[in-house]
């Protein structure tokens, strides 16, 4: 289990145990999956080692190639094709610790989505998603509405 600093954490907000997938699972399946369970986001975990995350934007974009003339063979959700091809592996992550305010600028400068979030291990448990962050701030307003209006 984690250690949670207070209302105003990661680890306050994230959602646990997040859905994952093998790299070699097929862009048709994560396509069906993200679309089935309502998902927005894939984390790629092998050997439980987080290795990257897919999209729904990563499955809908057609720049996967540099080939302009090419673009056609990689932007087909079929079994030929892998997550790991798609995903972003230059990973940004958080701890359950680290404040909220880090995560939205996290969101803010990169256009990020979600953000992994791992323990003092690495390992992975859990996911913050602009969802989250949602919720968060929906709180506060609940909270301090009526303050912050006047």
Same mark, same amino acid.
């Given at each position: 289990?984690? &250690?949670? #600093? ?5 680890? &306050? ?17 994560? /396509?069906? #999956?993200?679309?089935?369970?309502? /998902? ?7 050997? %439980?080692?987080?290795? %990257? +995350? ?15 003339? %090419?673009?056609?063979? /990689?932007? #087909? ?23 909220l305010e880090k995560a939205v600028k996290y969101v803010l400068d990169n256009k990020f989505g979600a953000l992994p ?8 448990? %859990? +996911?913050?998603?602009?969802?989250? +962050?949602?919720?968060?701030?929906? &709180? ?11």
């Amino acid at each position: 289990m984690y &250690e949670r #600093k207070d209302r105003w954490s990661v680890g &306050e907000w994230m959602t646990p145990n997040p859905e994952t997938v093998p790299p070699d699972y097929s862009v048709r399946h994560a /396509f069906v #999956k993200m679309r089935r369970e309502g /998902f927005r986001h894939l984390l790629v975990v092998e050997n %439980g080692s987080l290795l %990257g +995350i897919v999209t729904d934007r990563d499955l809908r974009r057609p720049d996967i190639s540099d080939d302009l003339e %090419g673009w056609h063979d /990689f932007y #087909k959700l079929d079994h030929d094709y892998h997550v790991r091809d798609i995903m972003t592996s230059d990973l940004v992550s958080l701890t359950p610790q680290d404040r909220l305010e880090k995560a939205v600028k996290y969101v803010l400068d990169n256009k990020f989505g979600a953000l992994p979030v791992l323990d003092k291990n690495d390992d992975l448990i %859990g +996911i913050l998603t602009t969802h989250d +962050i949602i919720r968060a701030m929906s &709180e506060v307003l609940q909270d301090f509405g009526d303050v912050l209006r006047k």
